[in-house]
């Protein structure tokens, strides 16, 4: 036996080879697939690896607390509304108030300046508010499903997908609630959350055995004057059910080769990981 026979392969790749440093434990990335996995891997793989490999933490952002707030909200809406309850505006107020009480327990919430939570929690209730009188659900429609959990197993790809849907109203439309800063641009909404409603639209699939009838999207607006907007879309194509499948064969490759290649563009300006990023870049 010679010296390179005797030592082991793993031994001569140099360490520095690898950009990325090694995973701090197993994350499960093959336990399971969700819409927000998929997204973040189709928006950048190396966003990916610090969410989800390397599982760095980061503060709440202020708008994500208020879109949490008003999901929360909107829920206890929807159940009211599934247990045939009466609408009571000064129970929600109350279960509202203490959902936000229990956020800032929770999460870590980095406020500019003193004023900014009391505001956001105004800005947030205002447009509950707006929505309670303006949803295009109307009260006394029984939904056919709240905060659907749903889980099914995909054969062809041996994983699972997993995901909670907002709302079912009745007749299977889907219906997902978006808060948003500014009204989406005309034709702008439904490309951004096409991998989302396809993988929604696979799970409802597979739970009823039946095509949902198609999609909602309910934007609650955080301009000065709230305002509500929703768009409707036809149910899943075969085409975008297609583009998900194929995009599932890339993030099951793309994990396997530890592809965490960076994507820089415009979504870098809000990044959680932007810092890491640029250090890892040697920017
Ligand atoms: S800063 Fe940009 S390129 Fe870097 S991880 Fe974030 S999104 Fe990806």
Redesign the pocket.
């Known amino acids: 036996m010679n010296a390179a026979q005797s030592v082991p392969a793993q031994q001569k790749v140099p360490s520095n080879l690898r950009i990325l440093p090694e995973p701090s434990s197993d994350p499960g990335l093959l336990d399971y697939l969700s819409a927000s996995r998929l997204k973040c891997w189709q ?2 793989r ?2 990916f690896f ?1 969410r989800y490999v390397e599982r760095i933490a980061t503060p709440t952002a202020p708008a994500l607390f208020i879109g949490q707030q008003v999901h929360e909200c909107l829920k206890s809406l929807n159940w009211a509304r599934w247990k045939s309850e009466p609408f009571d505006a000064d129970q929600l107020r109350a279960e509202f108030d203490e959902s936000w009480e229990r956020g800032l327990e929770s999460e870590s919430v980095p406020w500019k300046k003193e004023g900014d939570e009391a505001n956001a929690k105004a800005q947030a209730w205002a447009m509950l508010e707006t929505y309670f009188a303006e949803s295009p659900v109307p009260y006394s429609e029984t939904p056919e499903g709240v905060e659907v959990e749903v889980d099914c197993y995909l054969d062809r790809f041996g994983i699972r997908l997993v995901g909670i849907i907002d709302l079912v109203r009745l007749g299977g439309k889907i219906v997902d609630y978006k808060t948003a800063a500014r009204a989406p641009s005309s034709g702008s909404g439904p490309e951004q959350h096409a991998t989302q409603l396809a993988a929604y639209g696979t799970l409802y699939r597979s739970a009823t055995g039946q095509r949902e009838s198609g999609f909602e999207l309910h934007y609650l607006i955080k301009t000065k004057v709230p305002k509500i907007l929703v768009s409707t879309l036809d149910p899943m194509s075969d085409r975008l059910e297609s583009e998900l499948f194929r995009l599932i064969e890339d993030y099951l490759e793309g994990i396997a080769a530890e592809a965490w290649i ?4 415009q ?2 300006s809000w ?1 959680d ?2 810092s890491e ?1 640029r250090t890892l870049s040697g920017l």
Do not use: L
Not at 262 to 265: A, D, E, L, M, R
């Open positions: 928006t950048c190396r966003q610090f960076p994507s820089p563009g979504h870098c990044c990981y932007a990023c």
